[in-house]
């Protein structure tokens, strides 16, 4: 199996602090790859170095076996889906208008993007009756499947996701993983899937990687980590979760 997307020694310093330190990881294609640790351990700053929103300070990423530079990440971008935590819709745009933005800019046919939109209201289990409402106009659950169908318009070949069920509350959290869970099955998506939550680490899949302060510090399955830690802090991390604290 080969990896959709590799770093290799890829780090990122911000003013006077190091996000990421020296990291290799691989994404491999059709599987789900979780990234866990607390806030403030470099995870969002791995996704947004996928996607370029900010450059590395050193080494390289690869997209399908092509480095990602300045000048490719245009076109990679369509092969990347993005969500965020708060879905990042657009507020002046109608939940039709943000999922559809990036194929009409792309100049795709009305015809086509309108077929695509019926199929990913399905997948997403979101109505079309409530494609003509305004973000605002939409509960946090609705506005998550909003920001994954955008995400999933072009039929990428990745989807990053950054903590996008962070926000949602207990019930509508656990209906969106397992619509989420079905979803990347059915589409055989590879995903890069951030989370600071155990639980949805584990429902999710059996690669997490788990970082600590910009580094990675251990990768394998739930049980892995459990019954093998790399560092203590492994099952410091473990045992946080479970609200026990270690002596
Ligand atoms: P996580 O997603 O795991 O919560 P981040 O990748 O957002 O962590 O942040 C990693 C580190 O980089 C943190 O110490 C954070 O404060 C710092 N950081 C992130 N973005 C910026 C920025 N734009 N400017 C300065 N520091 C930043």
Redesign the pocket.
Known sequence: MSALVKLVDVSKR??D?T?LHSTNLSVERGETTILI??????????LRLIIRLIEPDSGSIEFDGEPITSDTIGELRRRIGYVIQEGGLFPHLTARANVLLMARHIGKSEDETQNRLVELCELTRFSVNLLSRYPVELSGGQRQRVGLMRALMLSPELLLLDEPLGALDPLVRASLQKDLKEIFARLQQTVLF?THDLAEATYFGDDIVL?KE?RIIQRGSATVLRERPADPFVLEFINAQRGVTLT
């Open positions: 911000y003013a602090a996000a640790g607390p806030s403030g351990c470099g995870k969002s700053t791995l951030v970082m910009g």
